[in-house]
């Protein structure tokens, strides 16, 4: 591998994508940074997440900064740059015209289950299809594809879970870059690539050493939510069409 590789992996939240990151940062080539685009995004919504006001003291509100460090010098002269995203952060007045300079993957997951983990957290919120980002990362998948001379890869948590060495091996071809074996394993705790607001998201992330075994989830979903289900199942599901398939 010569020079250096920016990934941006384009999730939803309450999904895979912290473990993700985890295990992109345990690799020795590789610096990562935590959804980048919240503090803007908090900052300009002032939508009633834990910690808003925390997140944006801490973080880059201006979002043509946020991108400027994303196409910049790769962190600590790492060659590989992990930038871990959540689609519905990239509000509509955000340039696009940074695309080029990364690499592109998308980590999707069954809208109920986002949903069911996302409620958990907050409990009290009306929450809409936009706040789990589903039809905003089917645009920006979409746009990506349309730009790319073949289309990036997509992940779905589900399938990942069951076979996560075949899975990563077959990502990073896509990525360009080697696979590892330190990708599958990790030292428990916080870091401090970790966003602040990791106490109130991250439980299960901070107490892991890997990615969690896949287990069936009841996905019932309380009939208030049928309408934001609904919203995002289409793209969802045509999302899923186009994921990595392995075999174990």
């Not at 309450?14 to 992109?24: E, P, W």
């Not at 069951?162 to 599958?184: N, Q, V």
């Amino acid at each position: 591998m010569s020079g250096s590789v920016r990934i941006a992996m384009w999730s939803g939240p309450r999904n895979i994508s912290t473990a993700m990151m985890r295990a992109f940062e345990n690799r020795a080539d590789c610096a990562v940074i935590d959804e980048p685009f919240y503090a803007h995004y908090l900052k300009q919504t002032q939508s009633d997440h834990p910690a808003r006001e925390a997140v944006i003291a801490a973080g880059e509100t201006d979002w043509r900064r946020v991108v400027a460090a994303l196409t910049g010098p790769v962190p600590d002269g790492r060659r590989v740059f992990y930038q871990k995203h959540m689609t519905h952060h990239m509000l509509r007045h955000i340039g696009h015209d940074w695309f080029g300079q990364l690499s592109h993957a998308f980590l999707i997951r069954d809208p109920r289950a986002v949903l069911l983990s996302y409620i958990k957290s907050r409990p009290d919120a009306e929450v809409t299809a936009d706040d789990i980002g589903v039809p905003q990362q089917a645009a920006l998948y979409d746009e990506i594809a349309a730009r790319a001379a073949t289309p990036p890869p997509v992940i779905d948590s589900d399938g990942f879970l069951k076979a996560p060495e075949a899975h990563l091996r077959s990502l990073c071809e896509r990525l360009g870059i080697p696979f590892t074996d330190r990708m599958l394993h990790w030292p428990a705790g916080p870091r401090a690539s970790d966003g602040i607001w990791a106490p109130h998201w991250y439980a299960a992330v901070l107490k892991s050493t890997g990615f969690e075994p896949w287990c069936e989830r009841d996905l019932r979903v309380p009939e208030r939510y049928r309408k934001v289900i609904d919203a995002c199942m289409v793209d969802y599901e045509r999302l899923h069409r186009h994921r990595i398939v392995v075999t174990r």
